[in-house]
């Protein structure tokens, strides 16, 4: 069987691109760019790697955007201020408050005073609930991005055996409840697993699943042995080794030659978080437009 990869930036660009050409059709019949608002607190080298990407799609999908930097000083009060400023504009679309944040400011705390019409990370408890329901809601990006790599792709996944491992708000838990829930892509059969799931279980599982996605933070973690021929596998890992080389959960010299579908790391499911922010954001711009 010969591995394919499962191209993030091949599809991130697919969609952006579909995204502009909406938009361009938007601002010719008089409106303005959807506007996306991210907030950075502090200087943390991933964040800002993370961010850089969000403003480049902004530009390439025809969005304006702004880039608030705040010092990582700043309080929970006034970080709040903030958030609460930007939910009462107008111009607005969409707001992202880059994660993590410093220690001494309760994250849920920040997630949940964002606007759920404007909370395109889909983190939001509103949000999640509408998501876990199969009601229309912002979903969770990351887990958002992955069902549309399989989506472009035509991977199969109803009826199929999928094992998550990792129960993250992030990651874990969302993609587990969109790949079983009845939406466009879904209906899988899903096994999620965690730092809590014995070896031996964790095992059984993986060699029986169909589809594996991967979101542990740990280099390696899955090896060759614990896989059948022909899985599909998705590594949402991202890990800096000492020498500085970015590696994803999976060790993918010996992992991808079982595999129907792989993504890389870089350039998987990364870009898919991203390309499925500009899809919140143009769907947060469509309702204040009521254009959806």
């Known amino acids: 069987m010969k591995m ?16 502009a050409r909406k938009v361009t059709g938007y601002v ?5 760019k959807p506007h996306m608002t991210i907030i950075l607190v502090g200087k943390h080298a991933p964040s800002e790697s993370y961010v850089k990407s ?24 006034e970080l ?34 964002i606007s759920p019409e404007k909370d395109i990370d889909g983190f939001h408890p509103t949000n999640f609930g509408r998501m876990t329901l199969g009601q ?19 991977i199969p996944v109803k009826g199929k055996h999928c094992v998550v491992i990792g129960r993250s708000n ?36 993986t060699r029986r699943a169909d589809i594996v996605i991967v979101a542990v933070g740990i280099p390696g973690f899955i090896t060759e042995d614990m896989v059948k021929e022909g899985v ?35 350039g998987g499911v990364g870009r898919m978080t991203v390309a499925a922010l500009m899809i919140n954001t143009l769907m947060a711009y469509q309702n204040n437009f009521n254009l959806a």
Not at 4 to 19: H, M, P, R, Y
Not at 28 to 32: K, P
Not at 55 to 76: H, M, N, Q, W
């Open 80 to 113: 709040l201020e903030r958030v609460a400023t930007i939910n009462n504009d107008p111009t607005t679309d969409g707001l992202i408050v880059q994660l993590p944040l410093p220690r001494h400011i309760n994250q849920q705390n920040v997630i949940n005073a």
């Open 232 to 266: 599909v596998m998705i590594d949402v890992g991202i890990n800096r080794l000492e020498n500085g080389k970015i590696v994803g959960d999976v060790d993918f010299e010996h992992v991808a030659g079982k595999c129907s579908w792989i993504t890389p790391v870089p």
């Open 54 to 77: 969000k403003v480049g799609s902004c530009e390439k999908a025809g969005f304006e955007s702004v880039l608030i930097r705040l010092p990582d000083t700043i309080s929970e009060a």
């Open 4 to 19: 394919k990869l499962l191209d993030g930036k091949k599809c991130a660009e697919s969609l952006v691109t579909d995204i």
């Open 28 to 32: 010719e019949s008089g409106l303005r």
């Open 136 to 154: 229309k809601a912002f979903r969770p990006a990351t887990a958002y991005g992955i069902c549309k790599l399989l989506q472009y792709y035509n």
């Open 170 to 205: 992030i990651v874990g838990k969302p993609i587990s409840i969109m790949l079983s829930n009845d939406f466009d892509i879904g209906n899988a059969t899903v096994t999620l697993a965690h730092i809590e799931t014995p070896r031996e279980l964790l095992l059984d599982e």
